[in-house]
């Protein structure tokens, strides 16, 4: 039930809706891409937003990094031997950041469609020290890259293809900007119950919300299929397509208000969808996630600690 539930709030832009295509494996691309791609911008442009997700969702996005470049380094050579990487959806720069300072590479770029999250970024001093390369930040539409076809030879992507509009669009410009054998790795969501905040949170929007008028966007776990996954690199012109599961991923939150601001306030789509609520079911449903997170966290010794698995697949660009 919990399935169903993730698949109609988070693939229909009318909440209580069923997705029959996407519960087929099928993608199902939204029918307005420039109002889910409005909806993206206009959230992750806002600075409170952009705040509430360095206090929230980040604290548990960076528990992937080393994953994520681990699946792209380049072969053992002297450091920053002349590789060069791009982090796509680069937010505030986490990533990045460890990507330079790692020494694998002479050339660092983090792109984002988001000026707040920029602004953020360039904020943060690399901690690589002087043997690191300056990172470079620019304004980049993932499903549209300004890059020369073969520019890099690995790319990064933590939980940015859950915002883009297209996502098919983005592995194809991966593919061409990256050099024959370049690699690349993303990270999404796993999907409910696995990860037990979306099921906190999508069992409350069941429970009490209403149907409510969306952008309508991609299914937000299509990505945590293998299949789907396979499919849709291979499509892109990838090879030797590996998807995993990183499952000590843990959210560790001071209080259940902490939960609700961090999905309340620091997220795009699941912020929309909270926001459009009538005042009643809105209330309703912050009761209902106040309430669950308290008995999990009188099932755990007190402790608000949510499994957040994510998957990450990850792949070589093929020769020819």
């Given at each position: 039930?919990?399935?169903?539930?993730?698949?109609?709030?988070?693939?229909s832009?009318?909440v209580?809706?069923?997705?029959?295509?996407?519960?087929?494996?099928?993608?199902?691309?939204?029918r307005?891409?420039?109002?889910?791609?409005?909806?993206?911008?206009?959230?992750?442009?806002?600075?409170?937003?952009?705040?509430?997700?360095?206090?929230?969702?980040?604290?548990?996005?960076?528990?992937?990094?080393?994953?994520?470049?681990?699946a792209?380094?380049?072969?053992?050579?002297a450091?920053?031997?002349?590789?060069?990487?791009?982090d796509?959806?680069?937010g505030?720069g986490?990533?990045?950041?460890?990507a330079?300072?790692?020494?694998?590479?002479?050339?660092?770029v983090?792109?984002?469609?988001?000026?707040?999250?920029?602004?953020?970024?360039?904020?943060?001093?690399?901690?690589?020290?002087?043997?690191?390369?300056?990172?470079?930040?620019?304004?980049?539409?993932?499903?549209?890259l300004?890059?020369?076809?073969?520019?890099?030879?690995?790319?990064?992507?933590?939980?940015?293809?859950?915002h883009?509009?297209d996502?098919?669009?983005?592995?194809?410009?991966?593919?061409?900007?990256?050099?024959?054998?370049?690699?690349?790795?993303f990270?999404?969501?796993?999907?409910?119950?696995?990860?037990?905040?979306?099921?906190?949170?999508?069992?409350?929007?069941?429970?009490?919300?209403?149907?409510?008028d969306?952008?309508?966007?991609p299914?937000?776990?299509?990505?945590?299929d293998?299949?789907?996954?396979?499919?849709?690199?291979?499509?892109?012109?990838?090879?030797?397509?590996v998807t995993?599961?990183?499952?000590?991923?843990?959210?560790?939150?001071?209080?259940?208000?902490?939960?609700?601001?961090?999905?309340?306030?620091g997220?795009?789509?699941?912020?929309?969808?909270l926001?459009?609520?009538?005042?009643?079911?809105?209330?309703?449903?912050?009761?209902?996630?106040?309430a669950?997170?308290?008995?999990?966290?009188?099932?755990?010794?007190g402790?608000?600690?949510?499994?957040?698995?994510?998957?990450?697949?990850?792949?070589?660009?093929r020769?020819?």
């Open positions: 039930q919990m399935m169903m539930a993730t698949a109609r709030v988070f693939s832009a009318r209580g809706l069923a997705a029959p295509r996407w519960q087929r494996g099928a993608p199902r691309m939204a307005h891409l420039g109002a889910f791609a409005s909806l993206e911008h206009e959230a992750w442009s806002d600075k409170k937003v952009t705040v509430a997700y360095g206090g929230g969702f980040a604290t548990l996005t960076v528990q992937a990094n080393e994953h994520l470049l681990a792209v380094a380049p072969p053992a050579a450091p920053g031997g002349g590789a060069a990487l791009l796509v959806a680069c505030l986490g990533l990045t950041r460890t330079a300072a790692s020494g694998l590479y002479s050339r660092v983090g792109g984002d469609f988001s000026p707040a999250m920029l602004e953020s970024a360039r904020k943060v001093p690399s901690a690589g020290g002087a043997s690191s390369p300056e990172i470079e930040y620019v304004h980049e539409d993932a499903q549209a300004t890059f020369p076809d073969a520019t890099f030879d690995a790319l990064v992507c933590g939980f940015g293809v859950l883009m509009e996502p098919p669009a983005f592995f194809r410009e991966a593919a061409r900007v990256l050099r024959p054998g370049g690699r690349l790795a990270s999404v969501w796993a999907q409910p119950p696995a990860t037990e905040g979306y099921k906190i949170l999508l069992g409350a929007v069941e429970a009490h919300g209403v149907a409510v969306l952008p309508e966007g299914p937000m776990f299509h990505y945590a293998a299949c789907n996954v396979a499919d849709a690199l291979s499509a892109a012109g990838f090879e030797g397509v995993e599961e990183l499952s000590h991923m843990q959210w560790e939150l001071s209080s259940p208000e902490e939960f609700w601001t961090s999905i309340a306030e997220t795009a789509r699941t912020r929309a969808l926001r459009a609520q009538p005042e009643q079911n809105s209330r309703a449903v912050r009761d209902k996630i106040l669950d997170c308290e008995a999990h966290m009188a099932a755990h010794g402790v608000l600690r949510l499994r957040m698995p994510c998957v990450m697949s990850s792949a070589t660009r020769s020819a």
